[in-house]
């Protein structure tokens, strides 16, 4: 069984730092690409990052480049991610999702994904 489950969210005040964790079972994240999408409160989703099944292969949204930098620790099946200088329009629930590796990039459109954690809730807030 396919199993993501996300953690690390919490309240942060802005400029602050956050390391997201998605910890992965059932499958290795080796083989897979691994989206992180978040969703504020009326607002639609927004792929935020991705890595696919090699470490080179990463995509980030516009809104978050050069703040957010996604990894992933292939011992502890884990893949995190890293948001520094945390805004107030980052607060939404973060989600990661998963699906096979079948190219040489990685999406950043929730539709190309097969599975989904439950999701994290970052705040950030003064």
């Known amino acids: 069984q396919v199993q993501l489950v996300e953690s690390g969210g919490g309240l942060v005040q802005p400029g602050g730092s956050l390391r997201l964790s998605c910890e992965a079972s059932?499958?290795?994240?080796?083989?897979?690409?691994i989206g992180w999408f978040r969703q504020a409160p009326g607002k639609e989703r927004e792929g935020v990052s991705c890595i696919g099944h090699s470490d080179h292969i990463t995509s980030y949204a516009d809104s978050v480049k050069g703040r957010f930098t996604i990894s992933r620790d292939k011992v502890k099946n884990t893949m995190y991610l890293q948001m520094n200088s945390l805004k107030s329009d980052d607060t939404a629930i973060y989600y990661c999702?998963?699906?096979?590796?079948?190219?040489?990039?990685?999406?950043?459109?929730?539709?190309?994904?097969?599975?989904w954690g439950q999701g994290t809730q970052v705040t950030v807030s003064s």
């Open positions: 059932g499958f290795t994240l080796d083989y897979y690409d």
């Open positions: 999702a998963s699906v096979p590796s079948r190219r040489q990039y990685c999406s950043l459109g929730g539709e190309s994904y097969d599975d």
